[in-house]
């Protein structure tokens, strides 16, 4: 009785055992799709032998592993991947009629296609964010979602419902002024790979229509980059990401993405242009006076004879004087009239240069050379009237006859026919008039009765001359 009670509990021990075994290799089978190792058969059944109270086959017998037993079913009826299994679940659940569910679902639909961007089902997938988003009533973001199927998979199935779902939201959600932009830009290139098709819908409808689908628009450069961080062009891309928050208004939004883009593109063609419009955004948006002088300088010195250059040049004296930069703002007027000697702006650099000086610096000597230096340069009128200017100031702020007399002089000598001649002249003689030097005032006005004897002011001039020989 004892026996047969120990034989049964041993024989139940091994069945156990056996069962527990057949579960763990079960739970560490390797899953569906993998490929699967190890020999069906064997001669060697260490495996079983080894587990308590099971007996060891004789040698040489054949024992099926675990392998082989949780094998073949996988091998028959293969179970679906993750990819699959997700896609179904999301696929599902997309007719759903409760709007919590469908704003829940949205994401993962996101989030999926982020992963699996070239799936079988992707496409339909792309078409499936932009139904949700309609269904939610965000069709400007369904919209983008759209044109991007057009681009990413213009050869799949699901490509005439979604032809069909945007002229439809297009005919009855955007004006007529619009429609005819959206269309042309819904004709995506045949050339190209991917990545350049999709960076040319960005730049397209940044440019035609980035106010109008801001936000959207801001999520596609964002997924672009971060699945395309090697794409040749970035640089271009991400100006006109810039480009786009500067239009919309997002001034910082553009200083951050002017920034990131000359820092992570040092050496790009277009870090001028990227450059220009930075120091544009601080001064005009921003009104980061210094951190655009700064800028505009950096642009000057690196990009010599460019458009940028000469932008920055014409924007830096009034930065420069608003800031009270002013031995700044002289320094680039001297710059300008270098770099640039046959512009107007040159001209308008020596006149702008000797006001700084004369009036915000107190250097009315330097003034008086800059316009001399003026005369030298340009002819006619706008040397008079330099002349002219420099003997104001040398009347006034530095009390010299002397100077004030060779402006004049050197008036009448270089333009003795010019009708400012017989004015230097009087203006000379009454000079010398105030200072008692009447004899070389004399001098003065009987050149004005003598050579320009049909000017009004030879009239004058000869009462002077009366009125100081009854002196």
Known sequence: MYMTKSKSLLIISGFSLFCGAAAFAQETAPAAGYTLTAAAKTTHPEDASALPGMASPKAGKEVQTVTE???????????????????????????????????????????????????????????????????????????????????????????????????????????????????????????????????????????????????????????????FPQYAGNDDLRLALADLHL?????????????????????????????????????????????????????????????????????????????????????????IIAIYPDKDEAYDSYISEARVLRKELKKPAEAIKVLNRLADKYKGQKAIDALMLAAEIARKDLKDNTGELAMYDRIVAEYPSDPQAPRALFAAGKVCEDAKDFEKARDYYSAITGKYSDDPLAKKAQGRIDGLLAR
Do not use: C
């Open 247 to 335: 239009k919309k208004g997002e001034y910082l939004a553009a200083k951050l993405a002017y920034e990131k883009m000359i820092e992570m593109h040092p050496s790009s063609p277009l870090i001028a242009r990227a450059k220009n419009s930075l120091a544009g955004t601080l001064a005009d948006n921003l009104k980061q006076y210094d951190n655009a002088i700064k800028v505009y300088q950096d642009i000057a010195a690196s990009f010599p004879g460019t458009p940028e250059a000469w932008t920055a040049y014409a924007r830096l004296p009034v930065l420069t004087e608003r800031q009270d930069k002013y031995d700044l703002a002289v320094e680039i007027y001297e710059k």
């Open 69 to 227: 037993i949780t094998a073949a079913p996988d091998k028959m009826n293969p179970a679906p991947s993750l990819m699959d299994s997700e896609w179904n679940f999301i696929n599902a659940r997309a007719s759903d009629k409760d709007e919590d569910v469908l704003s829940a679902l949205l994401p993962q639909v996101q989030n999926w296609l982020a992963v699996y961007p070239a799936a079988p089902n992707s496409a339909e997938a792309q078409l499936l964010k932009a139904s949700l988003r309609l269904r939610l009533g965000d069709y400007k973001a369904a919209i983008v979602d759209l044109l991007r199927h057009f681009y990413e998979y213009p050869g799949a199935d699901s490509a005439a419902d979604a032809k069909k779902l945007f002229n439809d939201t297009v005919e009855k959600k955007l004006d007529k002024k619009m429609k005819p932009a959206l269309m042309e830009i819904a004709n995506a290139p045949d050339a190209g790979g991917t990545p350049e098709k999709l960076s040319a819908l960005l730049e397209k409808l940044s440019v035609q229509a980035g106010d109008y689908f801001y936000t959207p628009l801001l999520a596609e450069y964002s997924d672009f980059f971060r699945r």
